[in-house]
């Protein structure tokens, strides 16, 4: 495992632990305990802990970030929440209506020597975001989410603004909970992941400055319950890049893949 590998890895987990008791990028967060949300009350565990292996498909050249293994953990208070990579509050709950703080992981960046083609650059590290999350739902047309978060490590400094829709639908014992966002990250954001700085700047590898972009995402996850206690998760997200990422001469593909597969144990 890398250094940035366990990084990530240990950050999840404190993530985690660290959340207020009572969160990019590929396990079932915020889609799948908003599932069991819809559920009866008193059939809803408030604590879920698990395991999942997610792949990601990283837009850099010459980079393969392999399959992950990491920790599965979800708790749902009259308040707090942890969902996945992001933890929050609820400070204000009425009517299908929630508002509150939020803080997440951000999983983008590289480690420059996995890739020839990144060799002499610096690292770009994750990240903690952390800013207000709003979110609105109706039984009958879905959940519409707002977010707007920042850099809290100062890696990046950047912004990013999420606008979000889910949906919810039961087949063949299984739950599906697509999900379409709309992810706008300003030019920081975008630079710091995506830009060439002038002094790692080589032939066949010239500096480049990110714009603020705009990316659109889909994912799907489906939940299948395997006992009273345990439950199947599976998840697929697919983004688009635009125009402002490919155009970097480190970025080799238009799209960015994410699957996870995962089991929990749910609890009170």
């Not at 009572?22 to 949300?37: H, I, L, N, S």
Request: proline share 6%; with cysteine.
């Amino acid at each position: 495992m890398t250094p940035r590998a366990a990084a990530l890895l240990l950050t999840c987990c404190a993530l985690a632990f660290a959340a207020p008791s009572g969160a990019a990028d590929g396990a079932p967060d915020d889609d799948a305990a908003r599932a069991e949300a819809d559920d009866d009350a008193g059939d809803t565990p408030r604590w879920t802990i698990g395991a999942m292996a997610i792949h990601r498909d990283p837009p850099y050249r010459g980079y393969d970030e392999g399959l992950w293994a990491v920790p599965l953990l979800r708790f749902e208070g009259e308040r707090a929440y942890i969902r996945g990579l992001r933890g929050g509050v609820r400070l204000v709950e009425r009517d299908g209506f929630e508002f509150g703080p939020v803080a997440q992981l951000r999983f983008d960046g590289y480690d420059a020597g996995e890739s020839d083609f990144l060799a002499g650059m610096d690292d770009r590290e994750f990240s903690i975001d952390g800013g207000l999350a709003a979110a609105y739902r109706n039984d009958r047309v879905g959940q519409f989410d707002l977010s707007v978060v920042t850099d809290l490590l100062d890696r990046s400094g950047g912004t990013e603004v999420e606008l979000g829709y889910t949906a919810l639908f039961r087949a063949a014992g299984f739950t599906f909970i697509p999900n379409l966002a709309l992810k706008w990250q300003d030019d920081e954001l975008v630079d710091y992941y995506y830009g060439v700085r002038d002094d790692e700047a080589l032939p066949g590898r010239p500096a480049y400055r990110g714009d603020a972009a705009l990316v659109p995402e889909l994912s799907v996850t489906a939940m299948r319950p395997l006992s009273p206690r345990w439950t199947l998760y599976a998840r697929v997200g697919h983004a688009w890049l635009p125009s402002e990422i490919t155009d970097s001469p480190i970025v080799d593909d238009d799209a960015r893949t994410t699957f996870a597969v995962g089991v929990g144990y749910g609890f009170d």
